[in-house]
């Protein structure tokens, strides 16, 4: 080989070289962005100006707007009219409450087909003895996963339209998502599935929980190619008849509502902490890294679902 070809060798390995360590930097760089934007929403929603987001109360009315803030900003559009689709929280003496789901529509290539259903409940405990339930990772850890998943989505649209629910008054008896299954914004039958993210912050147990594979084993290979590469510990189960009280997530949040209807769902979440519903539930408790980390197997199985959506069937072990 000539001097002339290896010094041409040399440089061009060189500057391989430095191209693959600008593509690199590049990523961390993205990835420190989209993390320090997952805080900084976190700290937002989950905010004592928010004053525990209880159902009913103003500073559920400021958790809503600040919701919808973000969804008009990123470009999504409502199904109808507004975001904003009232529900009723029905009292056992004395007047009723106000609440009000957030609805959203990101359309896919096929808008005809079936619909895949992200939810969140962006309640909480509110204020008690003039403390402040933040409720950071219950739930408000969820909502602010929705948000970036719904941000990547209308960057590369979905083969099938993808409903948001922000749920309200999850904590009052899933009120939210049981109003929304008995007036859906589509046919029902369009459902095909419903993915629930509730608790996703908090490494304490160090895993993150995909439960409901159990009632429907067509939806764990799905989970699992999600998984593949997935920077958190992935574990399954908390879907069983037989585990002991508690341990049963079926009807432990939201997706309890779809199930009950038939529909399949997959529950993210984690196990319960010392800050579950306690007023340290709070966005500094949160670890940055698995966050980032439970919020892209999500979207990883957000995209996985997506394009086997048309081969979910309702039938149930």
């Known amino acids: 080989m000539s001097v002339f070809s290896k010094r041409h060798l040399y440089a061009a390995a060189i500057a391989l070289g430095c191209s693959v360590s600008s593509v690199q930097a590049q990523s961390a760089t993205s990835d420190a962005a989209t993390t320090e934007r997952l ?15 209880r159902a009913g109360t103003p ?11 973000e969804l008009t900003a990123m470009g999504a559009k409502p199904i109808g009219s507004s975001f904003v689709v009232p529900v009723t929280l029905r009292a056992r003496a004395g ?26 409940h962006y309640d909480h405990l509110g204020v008690r003895n003039s403390v402040v339930f933040n409720g950071a990772d219950d739930d408000a850890s969820g909502c602010v996963a929705l ?21 309200d008054a ?11 299954v008995n007036a859906p914004p589509v046919a029902l039958a369009r459902v095909a599935m419903n993915i629930n993210l509730d608790m996703v912050a908090r490494q304490d147990g160090k895993a ?18 999600a998984a593949t590469n997935a920077a958190v510990t992935i574990r399954f ?12 997530w079926t009807g432990s949040s939201d997706h309890s509502a779809f ?19 306690q007023s340290g539930d709070d966005a500094d408790k949160v670890d940055p890294v698995f966050y980032r980390g439970t919020v892209e197997f999500a979207y990883a199985l957000v995209r996985a679902a997506d394009a086997k959506l048309n081969s979910v069937t309702r039938s149930r072990k």
């Open 237 to 248: 189960g908390h879907d069983t008849k037989n585990l002991k009280p508690g341990d049963d």
């Open 259 to 277: 199930h009950t209807k038939g529909i399949p769902f997959l529950y993210l979440g984690v196990e319960d902490h010392d800050d579950y519903h």
């Open 147 to 167: 948000l970036t998943i719904a941000e990547r989505l209308l960057r590369e649209p979905p083969e099938h339209d993808v409903i948001l629910a922000f749920f």
């Open 39 to 53: 805080m900084q929403r976190l700290g937002a929603l989950a905010a004592d100006s928010m004053e525990g987001r």
């Open 59 to 69: 500073g559920s009315v400021r958790a809503r707007a600040y919701l919808v803030r």
């Open 170 to 180: 999850e904590e009052s008896g899933m009120v939210g998502s049981k109003a929304f």
């Open 95 to 120: 007047s009723d409450t106000a609440g009000a789901n957030i609805v959203a529509r990101i359309p896919g290539k096929n808008s005809r087909g079936p619909v895949l259903v992200l939810s969140a």
């Open 208 to 225: 993150l929980w995909v439960s409901g594979t159990s009632h429907t084993p067509s939806l764990k290979p799905i989970a699992e190619q």
